[in-house]
């Protein structure tokens, strides 16, 4: 295996950042991180960030079934291109990962395209009906690290009880979809005097929250570990602050596009700004932002999830839900965030790759020497525009098509192997 030294660089960690570093990596993993030296030879940063590798909790790959959208190995390439390199991937696919061979299928195609960790979710229900529970051990001996019914969420709560009593056993995540369909169902964006000047059906917030409630009710009855996926506002928040310090076992994660827009945005009828959970109040984003600053939130996580153009490109009330993400995240993050003093890089480290990896039970995402070499070579000062060449998803259904942003992933490192160049 290559070694590659990096000289004069900023190391960014979950809790620290240092410059002026020098960092040397053999056979994979971190050698050497010292104070810079003029007399060491190797790729010369000029100051540019040395980050650890990203990890999305929460990603949509399409395949199998909706391979038009995205495949495994499209949807890989952008995430190497975000900065990602270990990427949950979610079991609502048509059809579902609900059994041990669809599980398998993934983890053959991870090794088709070797320079990435898939890491599948199995659905918690059979067919994700929330009718029956599914093989979960044979699902986990066949690659899964997790489970969840994301899409929907588990609407039976016998069932659901059933399927994290039995989870429980494996130390592994559940990650829960909360939304109360007899509320949602028919709903375009978040109920409000904007839905009703825009004209268009609202989804009320509480939906969100009633199935928030029962969920960790239930996880704090078994006293079982449960992550909420995709949280959307400042009383879903709330809520979970309230189960944490009556010590029940829950985390929860945010999306970058329910930190950076409300609702207003739909005055324009955009359908890249259409998404589930519904973009929320300037009140909720502003909680939410909180939220990642004092610890209430434990991760960001994209979401990321493909359509093409045709589908977007109707009227409001027919275009699907959901925006792509790998390779917008950092970046936006960065520029609407970091750049405005909103929240520090050490922070998006340790919510985008720290955290996360924790709660996946992965490769620790610190770089320190002994560590597996899992990084990202990140310029703060490149300007870049979102369009067709800069995205490599499959899809291009993202808000910040068109737009300028600050913050590039010039190189990903995958255990020691450059996987990705965008110099």
């Known amino acids: 295996m290559n070694n590659i030294s990096f000289l004069n660089c900023t190391?960014?960690?979950?809790?620290?950042?240092?410059?002026?570093?020098?960092?040397?990596?053999?056979?994979?993993?971190?050698?050497?991180?010292?104070?810079?030296?003029?007399?060491?030879?190797?790729?010369?940063?000029?100051?540019?960030?040395?980050?650890?590798?990203?990890?999305?909790?929460?990603?949509?790959?399409?395949?199998?079934?909706?391979?038009?959208?995205?495949?495994?190995?499209?949807?890989?390439?952008?995430?190497?291109?975000?900065?990602?390199?270990?990427?949950?991937v979610m079991p609502n696919t048509t059809p579902p990962l609900d059994n041990p061979q669809s599980i398998l299928y993934i983890k053959k195609r991870e090794a088709e395209f070797k320079n990435i960790?898939?890491?599948?979710?199995?659905?918690?229900?059979?067919?994700?009906?929330?009718?029956?529970?599914?093989?979960?051990?044979?699902?986990?001996?066949?690659?899964?690290?997790?489970?969840?019914?994301?899409?929907?969420?588990?609407?039976?709560?016998?069932?659901?009880?059933?399927?994290?009593?039995?989870?429980?056993?494996?130390?592994?995540?559940?990650?829960?979809?909360?939304?109360?369909?007899?509320?949602?169902?028919?709903?375009?964006?978040?109920?409000?005097?904007?839905?009703?000047?825009?004209?268009?059906?609202?989804?009320?917030?509480?939906?969100?929250?009633?199935?928030?409630?029962?969920?960790?009710?239930?996880?704090?009855?078994?006293?079982?570990?449960?992550h909420i996926a995709h949280i959307s506002t400042g009383d879903s928040l709330n809520l979970i602050r309230d189960f944490k310090k009556k010590k029940a076992k829950a985390t929860c994660e945010v999306t970058p596009h329910h930190l950076l827009f409300d609702e207003t945005v739909h005055y324009d009828y955009d359908t890249n700004y259409k998404m589930k959970p519904s973009l929320k109040s300037k009140s909720d984003v502003k909680a939410l932002l909180n939220g990642i600053n004092n610890g209430d939130i434990d991760a960001i996580a994209t979401d990321h999830a493909p359509h093409q153009i045709y589908e977007k490109e109707v009227e409001f009330i027919y275009a699907?839900?959901?925006?792509?993400?790998?390779?917008?995240?950092?970046?936006?993050?960065?520029?609407?965030?970091?750049?405005?003093?909103?929240?520090?890089?050490s922070n998006l480290v340790k919510l985008l790759s720290y955290n996360p990896a924790k709660l996946m039970k992965i490769d620790e995402r610190v770089i320190e020497?002994?560590?597996?070499?899992?990084?990202?070579?990140?310029?703060?000062?490149?300007?870049?525009?979102?369009?067709?060449?800069?995205?490599?998803?499959?899809?291009?259904?993202?808000?910040?098509?068109?737009?300028k942003l600050f913050g590039k992933v010039e190189m990903t490192f995958f255990r020691g192997r450059k996987v990705y160049s965008g110099e």
């Open 11 to 88: 190391v960014v960690n979950h809790d620290k950042i240092k410059k002026n570093q020098d960092i040397t990596i053999k056979n994979g993993k971190i050698d050497r991180i010292q104070n810079h030296s003029s007399n060491s030879k190797g790729i010369n940063l000029d100051g540019k960030c040395v980050m650890p590798s990203l990890v999305d909790m929460h990603s949509h790959l399409r395949e199998p079934g909706e391979e038009f959208k995205e495949d495994v190995f499209s949807g890989s390439f952008a995430a190497l291109a975000g900065g990602f390199t270990s990427i949950a």
């Open 320 to 345: 699907p839900f959901g925006i792509i993400g790998f390779e917008t995240a950092l970046p936006s993050l960065y520029t609407h965030l970091v750049k405005q003093n909103k929240t520090s890089l």
């Open 117 to 226: 960790e898939l890491l599948p979710l199995g659905a918690l229900t059979k067919k994700m009906e929330s009718i029956e529970i599914t093989e979960m051990y044979d699902m986990l001996r066949a690659g899964a690290k997790g489970f969840s019914d994301d899409g929907k969420g588990t609407s039976n709560p016998r069932v659901f009880m059933n399927a994290l009593r039995y989870a429980s056993r494996f130390d592994v995540l559940v990650s829960v979809h909360c939304e109360e369909k007899n509320l949602s169902e028919g709903g375009q964006i978040n109920e409000s005097g904007v839905s009703i000047r825009a004209g268009l059906p609202g989804i009320p917030s509480i939906e969100e929250d009633i199935a928030i409630y029962r969920n960790l009710r239930i996880a704090s009855y078994l006293n079982t570990p449960l």
């Open 369 to 403: 020497e002994g560590n597996e070499a899992n990084l990202i070579v990140f310029n703060p000062d490149a300007e870049i525009t979102v369009n067709r060449s800069f995205l490599k998803s499959r899809s291009i259904n993202t808000p910040f098509i068109s737009k």
